[in-house]
């Protein structure tokens, strides 16, 4: 018994009361869309391994390499003894994926996010920072960690954030933009393109998380950032959803990369990636390009969902990528429906406040490359006889 846990046990009460533990269940991620869970398998509709190279052999393969050739830690933080030669040709790598000048591998998206937005406005006191109202935790976390005050927008309104671009912008030294290019529990997708014309016209900055574009969307799946190339002032993505691995890059110029390694506490202050894990990431970087089938596949899939769900009478929201809401509402409808397709060997995880918005509990289905027209079918059959 700690010290600390009476009042822990008071604060889960407070959670448990809300209607909001949450718990861990073992679940083992499965080739094929499924996943098997207490002894079943299901149908996933949950996970972000969007095109199935978290078991592809040649990740596997790579990673186990990368290991037997250099170990299985890396030893230091990067400015130590951390920085191998294959990570620093990893990352021209990433930097060439993203049409970039250069780029910086981070340990998590999560990392990333709350530890690069301080370190950027740390170097332009008194800059405005204006943020799509549904942006990442991760976001929120570094805004925090810089003590600065954000300027939200209504979801991808981008008058609303001209206007207060104009009324909150235009006295303040500098001017940030942050936003998502996919949301992640939305499935819709900013204006990147009027979002950059934006940005020029206010002298700002724009910031891009493409955690769920990355691999899936855009020209060889390069994020929608290189549909308007040179205009966006900072990609980040992660390895970790649809590349099927682990970590997280930053890309942009070199001298945004030269500042963050000598400023991003999530990066100075924590030790460098494994060589297995960056060796995954050097697999999928060979693969992703060459996946236009598995891109087009999904689309397919997300446009059959969403007719499905249209006609059960479901709200997909705006969704048009591989991720597709059903919008249920009250979250204890939600997570009923959710524990009814979990008997029926569907997994659709509910997610509910304050992952989003109350009353907006919804299931949140993600399609993988590995489901067929058929698992989608058989997942709107069991939504209708269960909801
Ligand atoms: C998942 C996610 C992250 C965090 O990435 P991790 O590598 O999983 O830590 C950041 N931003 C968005 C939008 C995400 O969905």
Partial sequence: MSRLDSHLEAALARIERAGQRRTLRPTALLPGG???RGGRRLHDFSSNDYLGLARHPLLVERAGE??????????????????????????????????????????????????VIPALLAAIPGAAVFTDRLIHASMHAGIAMAG???????????????????????????RLILTESVFSMDGDRAD????????ERHDAALFVDEAHATGVLGPQG????????????LVMGTFSKALGGFGAY????????DYLVNAASGFVFTTAPPPAVLGAIDAALDLVPGMDA????????????????ARLGLDHGASSTQIVPALIGPEDAAMALSARLEDAGFLASAIRPPTVPPGTSRLRLALRAGHSPDDVDG?????????
């Fill in 192 to 199: 990147i393109a009027r979002l950059a014309t934006i940005a």
């Fill in 250 to 257: 930053v890309a942009g110029s070199r001298v945004l990369i």
């Fill in 34 to 36: 499924l996943v098997e």
């Fill in 66 to 115: 990368w290991a037997t050739a250099q170990g299985s830690g890396s030893g230091a933080s990067r400015l130590v003894t951390g920085t191998s030669a294959e990570q620093l040709a990893l990352e021209a790598r990433i930097a060439a994926f993203k049409h970039c000048e250069a780029a910086l591998v981070f340990a998590s998206g999560w990392q990333a996010n709350a530890t």
């Fill in 294 to 309: 598995e891109r087009a596949h999904l689309a397919a899939l997300g446009e059959r969902l969403r007719a499905g769900l």
């Fill in 148 to 174: 600065v005050r954000q300027h939200r927008f209504r979801h991808n309104d981008l008058d609303h954030l001209e206007a207060l671009l104009a009324d909150k912008g235009a006295q303040a030294p500098a």
């Fill in 222 to 233: 390069r994020g929608l950032s290189a549909l308007v190339p040179g205009r966006v002032d």
């Fill in 379 to 387: 997942l709107l059959a069991v939504i209708e006889a269960n909801r």
